[in-house]
Each structure stands twice: as C-alpha cells, then as structure tokens.
C-alpha cells in the first residue's frame, strides 16, 4: 500500500508540476495529494474515503483535510481528475502497437431492488436497467469501458441502466490511432458505425454477431472474436472485486466519481504492475 501511495503521488506531482497545473501558495495539501488518497481508497478502502483519509493523515500527511474539507476540494477535482484519466489513457494507447481495444460495459447498481423506493440518489424510471448476461434487473448505471488488448482502461462513459449498449458509442470520442480495431459484443452493433468509420480511416469494428445477423462471420472468424474479447471480461471481474458490498454516496455525482475512480486505479495498478 505505501509503495502505491508514494509511486501514485510522485507521478501525479511530477504531470503537474510538468503542465503548469496552478495551485494555491496557501495550500498545505496540494491537488496531487486530493487525487492519491482518493485512488488510494479505491483500491484498498473500498471506495470509503474516511478511512483512506485517516491513512493519509496518520502515515503520509499530517496536515490532511478534515471529511467536509475533503469533499469539496474533490468535488472541484472532477476535470482534473478527467485529465488525469486522459493523461494514462494516452499512455496506454502509446504502449498498445497491435492497436486492438476492446469495448464493453457492466453494470453498477446504487441500491438492492427491494430498496428502490426509498432510494435518495436516484428517483426516475430510466435508471431500472436489465443485465442480460446475468438474467438480472438492477437500479443505477451501466459503466461503458474502452480497454487496450492487455485490459487497460483508455475510454469511460456512464449510462442510465436502461440504455442499450450501443448508446455508448454517441457518448464516447474513440480518441484511437488510425487502423485500430475494435471487438465488441453484438449489443455494439451499428452498421452505420461500421461502415463510415473504415471511410474516415479511424478504425475497424470487429462485433461478435448474432446468428440471424446479415453480416455473418465464418467460424474461425468468430472464435477469433471470442478469444480477444476475454480480457475485457477479465478486466471488469478484477474492477469490480475492488467494489465493497454497496458503493456509498450521498450525491449521485459522488458515486460516478467514486465509480470513474475504481476504474482509473485499477488501470493505474495493473500498469505499475
């Protein structure tokens, strides 16, 4: 955990530090410091700020902010916390010559079912959601990740549970080299997509398609779909075994940060790794 802690706020302090990020002369806790704790408490906390908070103050940060303090400088962070997002992403891309990513999403609930009505993040219909693989409903979002072939995160974007996957693909940049390709599930599926995107030498979509499809694969075709894909799967299992029992939050904009955080510390994690 220490070694995490330190490796994560030395490199954030150096990109900052390297762009001309302005802080405050008056702070005793920079940025740099708002942005570790929170990866920290993400990746061995649970998500559960205070206790990361603690830690910080006890081992690494005697002058930490209290819990009120705290939540504002992160709420404030949010862009900053994207360009930090941005700045691994581009990373990754850089370190991904096969120029394969993968694309999925999976689902993210803020409360049990039973608990719905009584539910003070969310109050509409649009976030009742179904998990087709898992044959179960859910309340809250889907979280859409784009990931390179080894499973690092390069691309979030967050929908209401009853958005269909291939929403995703109006909502995400697929800020990629030209010629990469992308696997998908046949929920991706979009023939429009696929076909203007090859036009504007972006990049190739490669969709696991259904059986009734009119743009069917050969078998061997197929199997080769099946086979990359499986990291992206291997990824969201790891992300999601970070998650504790219930994400807590009180806004829900602090539970898509905490959710937008999980994501980047494990990327983050698996890269030092």
Same mark, same amino acid.
């Given at each position: 955990?220490?070694?995490?802690?330190?490796?994560?706020?030395?490199?954030l302090?150096?990109?900052?530090k390297?762009?001309?990020? &302005?802080?405050?002369?008056?702070?005793r806790?920079?940025?740099?410091?708002?942005? #570790?704790?929170?990866?920290v408490?993400?990746?061995y906390?649970?998500?559960?700020i205070?206790?990361?908070?603690?830690?910080?103050?006890d081992?690494?940060?005697?002058?930490?902010?209290?819990?009120?303090?705290?939540?504002r400088r992160m709420?404030?962070?949010q862009?900053?916390?994207?360009?930090?997002?941005?700045?691994?992403? #581009?990373?990754?891309?850089?370190?991904? !010559?096969?120029?394969?990513?993968?694309?999925d999403s999976?689902?993210v609930?803020? %409360?049990?079912?039973?608990?719905?009505?009584?539910?003070?993040?969310?109050?509409?219909e649009?976030?009742?959601?179904?998990?087709?693989?898992?044959r179960?409903?859910?309340?809250? $979002?889907?979280?859409?990740?784009?990931?390179?072939e080894?499973?690092? !995160?390069?691309?979030i974007a967050f929908? !209401?549970?009853?958005c269909?996957? *291939?929403?995703?693909?109006?909502?995400?940049? $697929?800020?990629? &080299?030209?010629?990469?390709?992308?696997?998908?599930?046949?929920?991706?599926?979009?023939?429009?997509?696929?076909?203007?995107? &090859?036009?504007?030498?972006? %990049?190739?979509?490669?969709? %696991?398609?259904?059986?009734?499809?009119?743009?069917?694969?050969?078998?061997?075709?197929?199997?080769?779909?099946?086979q990359?894909?499986?990291?992206i799967?291997? *990824?969201?299992?790891?992300i999601?075994?970070?998650?504790p029992?219930?994400?807590?939050?009180?806004?829900?904009?602090?539970?898509?940060i905490?959710?937008?955080?999980?994501?980047?510390?494990?990327?983050v994690?698996?890269w030092?790794q």
């Open positions: 955990m220490n070694f995490f802690t330190v490796a994560i706020y030395v490199l302090d150096d990109i900052f390297a762009v001309g990020h &302005p802080e405050d002369a008056q702070r806790v920079n940025d740099a410091l708002i942005i #570790t704790t929170l990866m408490a993400c990746r906390f649970g998500g559960n205070e206790k990361a908070r603690l830690y910080m103050l081992e690494h940060c005697p002058h930490m902010l209290s819990k009120s303090q705290f939540n709420h404030r962070n862009d900053l916390l994207q360009q930090v997002f941005e700045f691994f992403a #581009t990373v990754f891309i850089e370190n991904n !010559p096969q120029k394969n990513f993968l694309i999976f689902p609930s803020v %409360c049990h079912n039973i608990r719905i009505s009584r539910c003070k993040l969310l109050d509409q649009i976030f009742r959601g179904k998990c087709a693989s898992k179960t409903y859910f309340y809250g $979002f889907k979280v859409g990740v784009v990931t390179t080894e499973g690092l !995160p390069v691309e929908l !209401p549970a009853s269909f996957d *291939s929403k995703f693909l109006n909502r995400m940049h $697929f800020n990629l &080299p030209p010629g990469s390709s992308i696997f998908s599930d046949c929920a991706f599926q979009d023939y429009n997509v696929e076909d203007i995107t &090859p036009a504007l030498d972006q %990049c190739t979509w490669e969709v %696991c398609r259904k059986k009734n499809t009119t743009r069917g694969d050969i078998y061997q075709i197929t199997l080769w779909k099946k990359m894909r499986r990291q799967e291997s *990824s969201f299992s790891a999601t075994n970070l998650f029992h219930a994400i807590h939050a009180v806004t829900a904009n602090g539970f898509l905490k959710c937008f955080v999980f994501v980047l510390a494990y990327g994690e698996k030092i």
